[in-house]
């Protein structure tokens, strides 16, 4: 979300496709005889798919990235709830747990996977020329344009990237939970899109860092942890992260000024 957030876009989407994603691994695997493997493998690939999807209809149909991720949050929430009846599904092999629960060196295994996934998108958004294009769309598209970068493209690599990682996420959050929940993840882009903005990232494009994203979600983690402790119930957490996620927008409009933040805005909708 914060890569998506710093090329000028936005992603809606990452919350349900991550729960169509497990849900087709489901299927895939109870219902079809699949190897757990061959699931994982399917699970990343429809949320990339999704990622595509959502890449090919914002960089090349022009469809607002809004638009785009709220008709898919639509799809993906509807089609996970039909292809599961509205029901868990359970039946996952044993090992497969450890992805989401198992540890390595006393470190959990997400950790790891949240490492290693961290340093690469340093390397690639950080050293090489993607990353580069990525900071200089969200600030000025029409320049990087002009510059004779494919713009279409770098923005559908960016939704690949999301897809990606949305995909890991679906597989990290059945392994935890040892089943695939048609609905676990709604609202999931709130969190997300809270975390992106809370570490730095502008909703006007631009601005913001991998470490940053990291921050913001562990802000946003022991916020939730916080909410259990005390024992506010979950409906309005959901309230808690709505008021977090529009003061975060709030300080980023101060931040870079009310002015500036509205201009950039303003000049992406006539682009």
């Given amino acids: 979300m914060t890569l998506v957030i710093i090329s000028g ?34 699970c990343v690939l429809v949320a990339v798919l999704g990622g ?4 090919l209809l914002i960089a090349y149909a022009n469809i607002p990235a809004f638009i785009t991720t709220l008709g898919m949050l639509g799809i993906a929430q509807g089609l996970a709830l039909k292809l599961s009846g509205g029901y868990s599904m359970y039946g996952f092999p044993d090992w497969y747990g450890f992805f989401g629960n198992g ?18 998108a340093f390397y690639v958004f950080n050293n090489r020329p993607l990353g580069r294009y990525t900071y200089g769309i969200g600030n000025n ?17 960016v939704y690949l990237f999301s897809g990606c990682m949305v ?35 502008s909703l006007a494009g ?12 562990l802000v946003m983690a ?11 119930e979950p409906f309005l957490q959901q309230v808690f992260v709505g008021v977090v996620l529009i003061g975060a927008v709030y300080l980023d409009q101060v931040r870079l000024g009310q002015e500036e933040y509205w201009s950039k805005i303003r000049a992406r909708q006539e682009s």
Avoid: C, Q
């Fill in 141 to 157: 598209e029409e320049s990087v344009l002009r510059a004779g970068v494919n713009v279409r493209f770098i923005k559908l690599k």
């Fill in 52 to 55: 595509l999807i959502n890449g």
């Fill in 206 to 217: 631009g601005h913001g860092t991998f470490f940053g994203g990291v921050i913001g979600a």
């Fill in 167 to 201: 995909g890991l996420a679906a597989v990290i959050l059945s392994s935890r939970i040892n089943s695939a929940h048609p609905g676990i993840g709604v609202g999931y882009e709130l969190d997300a899109i809270a975390a992106a903005v809370i570490g730095g990232a």
């Fill in 9 to 42: 876009g936005i992603d809606l989407s990452v919350g349900t496709m991550m729960s169509l994603a497990m849900v087709v691994m489901a299927i895939f695997t109870n219902n079809l005889g699949a190897p757990m493997y061959v699931g994982i493998a399917v």
């Fill in 103 to 120: 540890e390595i060196a006393r470190v959990p295994v997400p950790i790891w996977v949240v490492g290693v996934m961290l340093l690469v």
């Fill in 222 to 232: 022991s916020i939730r942890f916080a909410l259990n402790l005390v024992g506010i």
